[in-house]
């Protein structure tokens, strides 16, 4: 599976736009780009996926560029209860495994 | 519908013990994981179950044993633990392993091996 690139940490003002980069110049054509992340001490939680299109679904957007080399994710009206870690990862078929990096520490702030 | 349900919630065990830690479904998932997770590592996966009556070995399956049970069930089990083994587990599930499939987690089983 390709590797993923995310800053560790990022902060964002209560009721703004968040917008978490992800760099994967590695991904290959039948990858996905897959959302998850956790909010401390619990389990992961899945928010979105796309293979090339962008995709949109009561949680988040996901933007993905035209060569798949990067894609965003946009919580359009961070509350607090979206600080959390969240993990950009890429998944295809032949891999035995979803592979979790370090993610992105969003702290969303008053 | 409580998703993915894993049991105990906490555990501490003494080096040598054995323990089985539980997981179950409710969403009529085939697929189901176990993974853990140590600070600074990210997630790494120990065991798979692709179906029922499959079972296979993950990134990190020593020390290791699983089962699936049925389909909604899918067991851990440290038959002599290790302080290396102290972590935090997830459990998880999703409809087939596609890659369009999602992974949905249960809330984890926090281990302690003194």
């Known amino acids: 599976d390709a590797k993923t690139t995310q800053p560790p940490s990022m902060d964002c003002a209560e009721g703004r736009a968040a917008n978490l980069p992800c760099n994967h110049s590695t991904i290959s054509g039948n990858e996905y780009v897959y959302w998850y992340r956790q909010i401390h001490s619990q389990g992961p939680q899945y928010i979105i996926h796309g293979l090339k299109n962008n995709e949109t679904n009561e949680m988040a957007s996901l933007i993905i560029t035209e060569d798949r080399k990067s894609s965003t994710l946009i919580l359009p009206h961070a509350t607090l209860r979206d600080t959390a870690v969240y993990y950009c990862i890429v998944y295809n078929n032949a891999g035995n495994m979803l592979t979790f990096g370090g993610g992105t520490r969003l702290m969303v702030k008053p | 519908n409580a998703g993915v349900t894993q049991t105990p919630k906490f555990q501490v065990l003494k080096t040598g013990q054995s323990m089985t830690l539980q997981c179950a479904q409710d969403m009529n998932h085939n697929s189901m994981y176990w993974y853990r997770q140590d600070p600074g590592m990210g997630l790494r996966l120990i065991y798979y179950?692709?179906?029922?009556?499959?079972?296979d070995k993950g990134e990190v399956p020593n020390g290791y044993n699983v089962s699936r049970l049925n389909k909604r069930e899918f067991s851990l089990r440290l038959e002599s633990a290790a302080p290396s083994q102290t972590s935090v587990y997830f459990c998880?599930?999703?409809?087939?392993?596609?890659?369009?499939?999602?992974?949905?987690f249960g809330n984890g089983t926090r281990l302690t091996v003194t």
């Open positions: 179950s692709a179906s029922e009556g499959t079972t």
């Open positions: 998880a599930s999703s409809l087939s392993r596609n890659v369009n499939s999602p992974l949905h």
